[in-house]
Nanobody, 123 residues
Framework: QVHVVESGGGLVQTGDSLRLSCAASGLTFSYYVMSWFRQAPGKEREFVAAISWSAGRTDYADSVQGRFTISRDNAKNTVYLQMNSLKTEDTAVYYC????????????????WGQGTQVTVSS
């Protein structure tokens, strides 16, 4: 059985940094593209960042490019999202997701999801 668990969310102020972690089990982690999505109240879930199985390719939403960094440690079955220069508009529940093959921006393309972790950025 596959389990995906996010952690590291919290309440921070604008300009602060936060690092999210996502640990996956029950799958061959190194075979999977890992991505972060987020969902704010009343809005659809949106793509944030993704990393290929080998970490050779990363991709970011325009809104976080240059501020967020995605990375992975295949030995620990964990993917990270380093978030710097946080803005109030980054407030959302952040989800980690896994899929095989290539990076995809549509959340429906992902097979496994975590329960989400809340990130709240106050001004």
């Amino acid at each position: 059985q596959v389990h995906v668990v996010e952690s590291g969310g919290g309440l921070v102020q604008t300009g602060d940094s936060l690092r999210l972690s996502c640990a996956a089990s029950g799958l061959t982690f190194s075979y999977y593209v890992m991505s972060w999505f987020r969902q704010a109240p009343g809005k659809e879930r949106e793509f944030v960042a993704a990393i290929s199985w080998s970490a050779g390719r990363t991709d970011y939403a325009d809104s976080v490019q240059g501020r967020f960094t995605i990375s992975r440690d295949n030995a620990k079955n964990t993917v990270y999202l380093q978030m710097n220069s946080l803005k109030t508009e980054d407030t959302a529940v952040y989800y980690c997701a896994a899929r095989k093959f290539d990076i995809h921006y549509n959340p429906r393309a992902y097979d496994y999801w975590g329960q989400g972790t809340q990130v709240t950025v106050s001004s």
